[in-house]
């Protein structure tokens, strides 16, 4: 059962070829097993996923299910959920129980999924990486000396190992597609407000957003479809209609038009991914669809800019964890300044804490304009040159990372290093466009990952494209050796 996609566990549940309840045992026995190795998950809700199997195996036996019904599921631990301890990786909220669902876990239920646990992240979702987690860094099913990813990289690494069929995680500058593309997982960043923030812990607010990690486009797809959608609650969330994803999947691509981005195949790309990049490529036209290069002459300074626009918006949405209103609290504080500085002190770790850093820096009085309002104008410029070259092309396909999983411990003494890991992937998110990332190929036994970013709401065309892919590739279906 554990090797099954979403869309089969869909059909498998249906026809009764195993209860819920079976399926959930099976995968938390297997979570079990791996997570002193992977420690993809913080924590593990064996007792609430059984009862839920239960109510929906009474679901399914009265006809009375909605399409997730039984399926099991795992939530990043950004996702407030009721009654569950929601951590964000931080020791700054180790303790935390949510008194109420996130949008995205409350449609999910609805839908009938069942939540097996939550799980582990870079904390506060501020990593390339997943090793600045409170609770220890993931590892890569593919070979356990290496990071698979972040800072979603225990969904993305649950998934890989078929801990789970899919997961949810957020991309704020890539923290879906570069974990997805390290563990060899597809992973979706919808455009910015199609999925409601309501609920998930903010880390920059005008560029998070929450998505799906799946082993196919299809059950990314079947998962997108409750999560999607207008929610009055988060006021960043657009109302327009949300299309039938998996109705779309299989549209012909004759005619499509695929920019190739000039600025991804660049000197630090990995000449090995790019070969095999080449190759996809030639699949697609093979399908119909045409390529053209195109160029976005601003876009090599989207990961400055992000360094800028990110933690200025973290230092204003992590200032609420102050060890009065929220988070965790020193002992003994002498005064109310001491009270500040040792519950932050504690509460947070390196990485943060030079986030935070930089966006007080860059907000302040003498260098707001120099750096923060630049950084807006840069983005800006960064957005209009996506916009016209989708004047002219459907999709731009690139590498979703320059290189493949590195060992951990690699990068952690130099941040900058650390940052342009996400350079391929930053700009969909300065821009709000929605981009996803599929298995395209192995390097030294590695997954590489192929990225396509569209226009915004294009999340169907982009899921349509991938599938296509995929019906005429296998490399979604590789399995690390030991999770098989």
């Not at 290496?146 to 225990?154: C, E, I, Q, W």
């Not at 030639?282 to 626009?309: C, H, I, K």
């Not at 396509?452 to 690390?480: C, K, M």
Request: hydrophobic letters at 40%.
């Amino acid at each position: 059962m554990h090797s099954e996609t979403v869309a089969q566990l869909q059909q498998g549940l249906r026809a009764r070829k195993y209860s819920a309840v079976e399926l959930t045992r099976a995968l938390l026995a297997r979570i079990e097993s791996a997570q002193p190795a992977l420690n993809a998950f913080i924590s593990i809700e064996s007792e609430a996923a059984l009862a839920a199997a239960a109510v929906a195996d009474q679901r399914l036996a009265a006809g009375d299910a909605p399409a997730l019904t039984g399926v099991p599921i795992a939530h990043k631990d950004i996702f407030c959920a009721a009654g569950s301890r929601t951590t964000c990786g931080s020791k700054m909220l180790s303790n935390f129980i949510s008194p109420y669902d996130s949008t995205v876990v409350a449609r999910l239920r609805a839908a009938g999924a069942v939540v097996l646990g939550k799980t582990n992240m870079d904390e506060f979702a501020m990593g390339s990486s997943n090793e600045t987690s409170h609770f220890g860094p993931v590892r890569n099913p593919w070979n356990l000396k290496l990071v698979p990813g972040g800072s979603s990289g225990g969904s993305a690494a649950a998934v890989a190992a078929r801990l789970v069929p899919a997961a949810t995680a957020t991309d704020t500058g890539g923290s879906i597609r570069q974990p997805a593309a390290l563990c060899g997982v597809t992973g979706l960043k919808p455009t910015y407000g199609r999925v409601s923030r309501y609920g998930m812990i903010a880390f920059a607010s005008s560029l998070d957003q929450a998505g799906v990690l799946a082993r196919t486009a299809e059950d990314v797809a079947l998962l997108l479809k409750p999560m999607a959608g207008f929610d009055p609650r988060d006021s960043t969330s657009v109302e327009c209609e949300v299309p039938d994803y998996q109705a779309a999947l299989n549209q012909p691509l004759k005619g499509l038009r695929i920019g190739l981005l000039k600025e991804f195949f660049d000197q630090g790309l990995d000449p090995r991914i790019e070969a095999l990049l080449r190759t996809a490529l030639e699949q697609l036209r093979a399908q119909g669809a045409t390529l053209t290069d195109v160029s976005l002459p601003n876009l090599p300074l989207s990961v400055p800019t992000y360094y800028v626009v990110a933690p200025a918006e973290c230092s204003s949405n992590l200032a609420r964890f102050d060890g009065v209103r929220f988070g965790h609290r020193c002992e003994n504080p002498r005064d109310l300044k001491d009270l500040y500085e040792r519950s932050r002190g504690e509460g947070f770790g390196a990485e943060v804490k030079r986030r935070i850093m930089t966006g007080t820096y860059v907000l302040s009085a003498g260098y707001y304009d120099a750096y923060y309002l630049k950084a807006q104008r840069v983005r800006a410029l960064i957005a209009a040159d996506f916009e016209r070259a989708f004047s002219t092309v459907d999709v731009l396909i690139g590498p979703t990372t320059p290189t493949v999983a590195f060992e951990i411990g690699a990068k952690t003494n130099d941040p900058v290093t650390m940052y342009l890991n996400d350079i391929y992937t930053i700009g969909a998110n300065l821009a709000g466009l929605p981009g996803v990332s599929i298995p395209c190929g192995l390097v030294d036994g590695l997954p590489a990952g192929l990225q396509i970013v569209g226009p915004h709401f294009s999340e169907a065309r982009l899921l349509n494209v991938a599938h296509r892919y995929q019906q005429e590739s296998d490399w979604h279906q590789r399995t690390p050796e030991a999770y098989r």
